[in-house]
């Protein structure tokens, strides 16, 4: 069982950037797709982005494409998402997860805390 600690949310200005870290243990995340998703208030929690064992191949949903990069380094067990450019559409919960597979925005295991983003205008 993969266990996920996210970090380095905030609160930032609009136009701003933070980058999140997700560690994670329990083994074999080298064979693991990795994704990010966000939930904001009052909505449901949404696909973020994703990312391929090796990292070679990464995907993003259209609310972020050219802002937010994806990565990870697998020695470190990590996976981490760069946010640009930050709007205040931008400011909820955000969580790393297993995905599905390399075709798949949906996630799989248990979740993390979260770590909130908080983005002003």
């Known amino acids: 069982q993969v266990q996920l600690v996210e970090s380095g949310g905030g609160s930032v200005q609009a136009g701003g950037s933070l980058r999140l870290s997700c560690a994670t243990s329990?083994?074999?995340?080298?064979?693991?797709?990795m994704g990010w998703f966000r939930q904001a208030p009052g909505k449901d929690r949404e696909f973020v982005a994703r990312?391929?064992?090796?990292?070679?191949?990464?995907y993003y949903a259209d609310s972020v494409k050219g802002r937010f990069t994806i990565s990870r380094d697998n020695a470190k067990n990590t996976v981490y998402l760069e946010m640009n450019s930050l709007k205040p559409e931008d400011t909820a919960v955000y969580y790393c997860?297993?995905?599905?597979?390399?075709?798949?925005?949906?996630?799989?295991?248990?979740w993390g805390q979260g770590t909130q983003v908080t983005v002003s205008s």
């Open positions: 990312i391929s064992w090796s990292g070679a191949s990464t």
């Open positions: 329990g083994g074999g995340f080298s064979t693991i797709v």
């Open positions: 997860n297993r995905v599905r597979g390399l075709s798949s925005v949906e996630p799989t295991g248990s």
